[in-house]
């Protein structure tokens, strides 16, 4: 079996699934996960993506591709997204 981790936070090594068991433990704003799991705590980058685990993340209801250009510590990277409610 293959398992593969889709990393939401790489500062602090915050997988996909951690956040997901977090918004379905109660987390309901990016504080909470911020509190809970320290994402969105160092750089940054990951709020947005985070942000649309939440239950008012625009992911609650349907499917949503994003891409955007990534520009975290001087570097650039064009980053695709396709986000499913759980």
Known sequence: MIIILMYI??????TEKTVIEAV?????????????LGV??????????ASEYLP???????????EYVSECHGRKAVV??????A
């Open 40 to 49: 969105a705590s160092c750089c940054g980058c990951c709020a947005q993506t």
């Open 9 to 14: 936070c790489i500062c602090n090594a915050i």
């Open 24 to 36: 379905n433990n109660g987390a309901s704003t990016l504080g909470d996960l911020q509190a809970e």
């Open 80 to 85: 695709s997204t396709v986000l499913w409610p």
């Open 56 to 66: 008012q993340g625009s992911a609650a209801t349907s499917a949503v591709k994003q």
